[in-house]
């Protein structure tokens, strides 16, 4: 299974980006799919993931301004981002689980199986 990221970018402070994440291969059985992100100099950290049954979880630095949907069909999962802060500037992965007992959006990041290659987002005050 492979995961891969589109759609990073520059953007100013208060303007928008949409990422999207495709997973090709077999991929039978992907459950969680989630987005985290990696700042210069700082941990990973989950910024939004969602279930196939659809719970979703969101940082709280980015609840009311980013937005996580899926596409089950397309096996993609995508990450609307409004009012961006450069506090938003990272690098964004996407990663994915295929264990069908998960419920809820697993929260560490060795509980994925599968990750993308990470897309650079970059907002500017």
């Known amino acids: 299974v492979q995961l891969q990221a589109f759609g990073g970018g520059s953007a100013q402070a208060g303007g928008s980006l949409r990422l999207s994440c495709v997973a090709s291969g077999n991929i039978i059985g992907m459950n969680a799919m989630t987005w985290y992100r990696q700042a210069s100099g700082k941990q990973r950290e989950l910024v939004a993931g969602s279930t196939y049954g659809g719970d979703t979880k969101y940082a709280d630095s980015v609840k009311g301004r980013f937005t996580i949907s899926r596409d089950n069909a397309k096996h993609a999962v995508y990450l609307q981002m409004n009012n961006l802060k450069p506090g938003d500037t990272a690098v964004y992965y996407c990663?994915?689980?295929?264990?069908?007992?998960?419920?809820?959006?697993?929260?560490?990041?060795?509980?994925?199986?599968?990750w993308g290659q990470g897309t650079l987002v970059t907002v500017s005050s």
């Open positions: 990663a994915g689980s295929s264990n069908p007992g998960i419920g809820t959006v697993p929260v560490r990041s060795y509980e994925y199986d599968y």
